[in-house]
C-alpha cells in the first residue's frame, strides 16, 4: 500500500479563504483586491459591487452588466446553472 500523501489523499479542513467571485460570462475574476475593503462592506450590509440583483449574475465590468441585461431569461438561467444558481420552478 502506499503510504506517500498525495493531493488526493491528504485529509484537511476547510479552506478559510473567501471563495473567487468569477463572472459568469467571461471568467474574469470580479473580487477586490483589498479583502479589508471587502470585509467592511459586508459587515456594513452593502451589497458587494459587480453582481447583477435582477439576473443573480456576476460580472467583471459595465461592458458585461449591459450585455447581462440584454439577455434573455432563458440565457441567464443557462448562465446560472453553470455555477448551480438557477432557479428551479416546480
Same mark, same amino acid.
Given at each position: =500500500?502506499? %503510504?506517500?500523501?498525495? &493531493?488526493?489523499? #491528504?485529509?484537511?479542513?476547510?479552506? =478559510?479563504? @473567501?471563495?473567487? +467571485? #468569477?463572472?459568469? #460570462? ?9 479583502? /479589508? ?15 447583477? @440583483?435582477? %439576473?443573480?449574475? +456576476? &460580472?467583471?465590468? %459595465? /461592458?458585461?452588466?449591459?450585455? #447581462? +441585461?440584454?439577455? @434573455?431569461?432563458? &440565457?441567464?438561467?443557462? &448562465?446560472?446553472?453553470? +455555477? ?7
Amino acid at each position: =500500500m502506499d %503510504t506517500r500523501q498525495h &493531493y488526493v489523499n #491528504i485529509e484537511s479542513p476547510p479552506s =478559510m479563504h @473567501p471563495c473567487k +467571485r #468569477i463572472c459568469d #460570462i467571461t471568467g474574469y475574476e470580479t473580487g477586490f483586491k483589498d479583502l /479589508d475593503f471587502f470585509v467592511t462592506l459586508v459587515e456594513l450590509d452593502f451589497s458587494v459591487p459587480h453582481y447583477d @440583483p435582477k %439576473t443573480n449574475l +456576476r &460580472y467583471a465590468n %459595465t /461592458d458585461v452588466f449591459k450585455t #447581462i +441585461r440584454s439577455l @434573455p431569461n432563458d &440565457y441567464v438561467q443557462r &448562465y446560472l446553472s453553470l +455555477r448551480n444558481a438557477a432557479v428551479v420552478l416546480k
